[in-house]
């Protein structure tokens, strides 16, 4: 029997896992220095979470959930995304009420799960950054939460980015919307993909997002929901605009553009590269928006969110593409070299003391010469090796040897015992 990972799924080994980690915590830094803190929920929600706010026409509800009946028979799915459990939280806590500073800002990070078929940059598990922003209703929060995915990007080292937004109004632009949309589709009905022709009655904004062939001519020339925008969408939108120049962050706006999830509304925006890397043309790295529904929707009060979410592993396949470096620690501060037999007791103090001091510190547990020692040394990128024979431990000192400039000295071991910051530059 040989075991294999689940389909979709991947280990991430040391030597990616420094990638991983330098994406974490850049993407830390930044969002603390825009005040977002970390919110864990559980990988795992009651299905209804996810049906009730992704929409049951969505992909990922129709095709994408991965769920399960658990030995209670409670219907659980593994997260697909981030913002319905961080709603979910937001409304169980109370986080809305009056002791709660407002915007209430969060951040989270970690794996997601969607049954794909899986293919380059597209896994059953995967993992997103994302942020969530609840609790104001104005334009300058979501030119925040956009230049903070912007930003992070850039951080990254990725430098050839597109913004594209899109607004979706309020409630009277979509249903004004919606009718012009059926309206202009329905003549065309026979001609839909089937997915289309599901969701022509129950949500036709989706059909905007079809990627079958015979869609595109009709999504291409379907009327755009600029034309139906209320005052007060309008009004949202100039000042997203106006903000977004005040940050000369440039951006495209394009009206076609709707999001996966059902719950947006105002503020879209995608955040593309069209790095070879992820496909031909441009791909989105970066996705998101604002919300005023969904927190009502899961049974908290009328609260507002604009939030985002980012692919970890496509930010990496980019990042690798457009060949950015990402520092890697990769230097031992000290190799400790036994010689003979007697030494192992004084290598592993040795070492120990020097960890406990803070230092990186290796040795050797295979019983090898002294010359294989000092070559795992070297493959170890040490900075010192620090040796020790039967007359070093019969006269307590260490044989120091400083790699760079092949200076060696004698140490007394009590010193490296007591003092390892004072020997160890
Ligand atoms: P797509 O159109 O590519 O299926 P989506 O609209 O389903 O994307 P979102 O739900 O907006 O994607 O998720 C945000 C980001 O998460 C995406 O831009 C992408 O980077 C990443 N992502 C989504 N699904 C997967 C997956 N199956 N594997 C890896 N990354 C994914
Ligand atoms: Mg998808």
Same mark, same amino acid.
């Given at each position: 029997m040989r075991y294999q990972r689940p389909k979709g799924t991947a280990d991430i080994l040391p030597g990616d896992s420094e990638k991983w980690q330098y994406v974490e915590e850049t993407a830390r830094q930044v969002f603390k220095t825009y005040q977002f803190k970390e919110i864990r929920t559980p990988l795992f929600e009651n299905f209804e979470v996810f049906s009730r706010s992704a929409g049951d026409t969505s992909d990922i509800v129709t095709k994408e959930m991965y769920d399960f009946h658990d030995k209670g028979d409670r219907h659980i799915t593994l997260r697909p995304e981030g913002t319905a459990g961080v709603v979910r939280a937001f409304v169980e806590n109370k986080l809305y009420g009056p002791q709660v500073l407002k915007p209430y800002k969060v951040y989270y990070m970690g794996p997601m799960y969607r049954y794909e078929r899986p293919q380059s940059g597209r896994l059953r598990e995967f993992h997103q950054l994302g942020v969530e922003a609840f609790g104001s209703e104005s334009a300058a929060l979501d030119v925040e939460v956009i230049a903070m995915g912007y930003n992070l990007l850039n951080k990254f080292g990725l430098a050839d980015l597109k913004l594209v937004i899109n607004t979706l109004g309020d409630q009277q632009t979509r249903d004004d919307y919606r009718q012009a949309l059926i309206d202009y589709l329905e003549p065309h009905f026979e001609e839909l993909s089937d997915d289309s022709k599901e969701r022509l009655h129950k949500n036709p904004l989706r059909v905007l997002d079809s990627k079958a062939p015979e869609d595109q001519k009709f999504v291409e020339a379907a009327p755009s929901i600029l034309d139906y925008l209320s005052d007060d969408a309008k009004t949202h939108f100039e000042q997203t605009k106006t903000y977004l120049e005040a940050l000369e962050i440039p951006y495209e706006i394009d009206a076609t553009m709707v999001r996966g999830?059902? !719950? !947006?509304?105002?503020t879209i925006f995608e955040i593309m590269t069209n790095s070879r890397a992820l496909g031909q043309g441009y791909t989105t790295i970066c996705a998101g928006g604002r919300y005023n529904g969904l927190v009502k929707e899961l049974g908290g009060p009328e609260v507002s969110g604009v939030g985002f979410g980012l692919g970890v592993e496509r930010l990496l396949v980019l990042m690798d593409a457009e060949g950015v470096e990402v520092p890697m620690d990769n230097q031992l501060d000290v190799y400790v070299v036994g010689i003979g037999d007697t030494a192992s007791a004084t290598t592993l103090k040795l070492a120990q003391a020097l960890r406990t001091a803070g230092f990186t510190a290796e040795r050797d547990y295979l019983d090898r010469k002294p010359k294989a020692q000092f070559k795992s040394a070297d493959r170890l990128n040490a900075r010192y090796t620090m040796t020790v024979g039967e007359a070093e431990i019969e006269g307590q000192v260490v044989n120091l040897k400083e790699m760079a400039t092949g200076n060696e000295t004698q140490v007394a071991m009590a010193d490296v015992y007591k003092n390892a910051k004072q020997v160890i530059k």
């Open positions: 999830l059902d !719950y !947006y509304n105002h």
